[in-house]
């Protein structure tokens, strides 16, 4: 028999002292070369964006990969890539850890929109409130200590 499996994962993660340095004519390349790393891993990208401080990536995890295996995977190599091309002048790594929800198919649409409209939403919101509200909506136990 073959494995089926549909899951929609929400992966978010930060710079490093969520240091605003992913500026924005650089962003496009790391993202694209995101989604490469997705692709070889046979995971299916459906949205990816962010702002100076994280990204929001919403994908499907192919059966054969971990989600903190994938993020780990897409940490080491975007690093390198970023020092690599020089992307981004004062980036110095990504933050310990991320956060991801799994949502339904019937969410998938309002998840690409909100991923989408990232800037948007930042000029009102810091990643800090952002976090600490899909946190609490998911119903993730969180210690405050380590959203600041």
């Known amino acids: 028999m073959n494995t089926y499996l549909k899951n929609y994962h929400h992966i978010v993660f ?3 002292h969520r240091s605003a340095c992913l500026t924005k004519p650089g962003r496009e390349d790391l993202y694209r070369f995101i989604t490469g790393i997705l692709r070889n891993k046979r995971c299916k990208l459906y949205q990816i964006n962010g702002v100076d401080d994280h ?3 919403l994908s499907h995890i192919h059966p054969d990969q971990s989600l903190s295996g994938l993020v780990k995977d897409i940490k080491l190599a975007s690093t390198c890539f970023i020092k690599e091309m020089q992307l981004f002048e004062t980036f110095s790594g990504w933050q310990n850890g991320y956060a991801a929800f ?14 989408k409209n990232q800037e948007q939403r930042h000029k009102v919101d810091s990643f ?4 600490r509200a899909l946190l609490k909506e998911h119903k993730v136990d969180f210690d405050e200590k380590y959203l600041v």
């Open 55 to 57: 990204i929001h990536i």
């Open 102 to 115: 799994t949502h339904s198919e019937k969410e998938k649409s309002r998840l690409i929109q909100y991923i």
């Open 128 to 131: 800090t409130v952002e976090l």
């Open 14 to 16: 930060s710079t490093k």
